[in-house]
């Protein structure tokens, strides 16, 4: 199965502050990688596909890149509304693969 | 618009069965695979598998192979997922999803609590 490391565990930054979260995949997903946010109580909502792809109706602040193995989700300028749990995941192999989360807190 | 209605939560007890249901709507039912994601309380995500509506074909996480069944009801545009020999690991919340590109589609999820 392929792995994917995510980092940091948690993290809490100011409104306005650019934030970036990172997944390292164990083996080459090329670009079959997502982005997913989950607020309290709510299903994930795909915010990246294709690694750097903006999903529909996600704001631009949100950006997707790649450097070979490690993915990154970046958020320019930080909002309130950011506040949640985002999580990667691998859709080029089965079992699809998903990092262990990146819990965001606003300081 | 593209909608996956999840039954309710169920409290069922250890090593007993339970059968959770998915109904689509707003698209053709059989045109999509239908995934299934496990989550434990405070956990990340799990994939157990996938059913393919209109084959009937399905992809297992090894592990969940001998613990889920997925299975559709083309009818009525319904995914069922049954979980069985339940113990207090297989507490959590499950989700089915359609996960296309580029447009993702989740259930609301499935409470399951596995207590005696």
């Known amino acids: 199965d392929i792995q994917m490391t995510q980092s940091p565990s948690s993290m809490s930054a100011s409104l306005g502050d650019r934030v970036t979260i990172t997944c390292r995949a164990s083996?080459?997903?090329?670009?079959?990688l997502s982005w997913f946010q989950q607020k309290p109580g709510k299903s994930p909502r795909r915010m990246i596909y294709?690694?750097?792809n903006l999903a529909a109706g996600v704001p631009s602040r949100f950006s997707g890149s790649r450097s070979g193995s490690e993915y990154f989700l970046t958020i320019s300028s930080l909002e309130s509304e950011d506040m949640a749990i985002y999580y990667c995941?691998?859709?080029?192999?089965?079992?699809?693969?998903f990092g262990s989360g990146t819990k965001l807190e606003i300081k | 618009q593209v909608k996956l209605l999840q039954s309710g939560a169920a409290l069922v007890k250890p090593g007993d069965s339970v059968k959770m249901s998915c109904k689509a709507s707003?698209?053709?039912?059989?045109?999509?695979?239908i995934h299934w994601v496990k989550q434990s309380h405070g956990k990340s995500l799990e994939w157990i598998g996938y059913?393919?509506?209109?084959?009937?074909?399905?992809n297992y996480n090894e592990k969940f192979k001998n613990k889920a069944t997925l299975t559709v009801d083309k009818s009525s545009s319904t995914a069922y997922m049954d979980f069985s020999r339940l113990t207090s690991e297989d507490s959590a919340i499950y989700y089915c999803?359609?996960?296309?590109?580029?447009?993702?589609?989740w259930g609301q999820g499935t409470l399951v609590t596995v207590s005696s």
């Open positions: 083996q080459d997903i090329g670009n079959y």
């Open positions: 294709g690694a750097t």
């Open positions: 995941l691998q859709s080029i192999q089965y079992p699809l693969t």
């Open positions: 999803a359609r996960l296309t590109t580029p447009f993702a589609f």
């Open positions: 707003g698209y053709t039912f059989t045109d999509y695979i």
């Open positions: 059913i393919n509506p209109y084959s009937g074909g399905t």
